[in-house]
């Protein structure tokens, strides 16, 4: 079977950890929520749930939207650094996996690192308390493919689907990988 051709179809059971990047809003002490669908993230680790029906085994399903959203590539640093409370950071994702050509979803995530801002105001102050309360590290950006690469491995191009969607209707392509 050609896995490239055929990635559309590729839902594997991973063992071994995938590193994905992704971003969040901050809530306050300490807090963090999707950017996605404003779902809580009161801990590092997290087990998708499907709002559509899906079973626990099913998820993330094919054609949906349920699991853990990460991008193969880290946001760029401009991506949250304008706003007082976007922050960047690194996860790793497993168990059952949607692959989509710009990043994934995933069953379980676990944050293993959030970035730090350039500046040194009060984002900063609550970028490291929010790391703190979840006990992962915070790290400027430069750093954070290292500082994930502990805790997983990227997903081998050869599983992830080409290119292909257009851009205005794929939410992959918020950010584009450099
Ligand atoms: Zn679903």
Redesign the pocket.
């Given at each position: 079977m050609n896995l490239v051709e055929h990635a559309g179809d590729f839902a594997p059971d991973l063992v071994v950890p995938i590193i994905g990047y992704r971003q969040w809003r901050m809530t306050g002490g300490g807090g963090l929520t999707s950017m996605y669908d404003g779902a809580d993230w009161p801990e590092a680790e997290i087990t998708a749930r499907?709002d559509?029906?899906?079973a626990p085994s099913?998820?993330?399903?094919k054609n949906?939207?349920?699991g853990v959203y990460a991008y193969y590539d880290p946001c760029p640093r401009t991506a949250s650094a304008t706003t007082p409370d976007l922050i960047g950071g690194a996860v790793v994702v497993w168990g059952r996996i949607e692959a989509h050509a710009y990043g994934l979803r995933g069953k379980h995530a676990r944050i293993v690192a959030l970035e730090l801002p350039l500046s040194r105001g009060r984002k900063r102050r609550a970028v490291i308390e929010t790391a703190e309360t979840l006990g992962v590290a915070a790290v400027p950006h430069r750093a954070l493919k290292t500082a994930a690469l502990e805790h997983g491995a990227v997903l081998q191009p050869s599983l992830r689907p080409k290119k292909t969607v257009t851009r205005a209707a794929n939410i992959w392509s918020r950010y584009p990988p450099a």
């Open positions: 499907c559509r029906g899906h099913e998820v993330p399903a949906c939207g349920c």
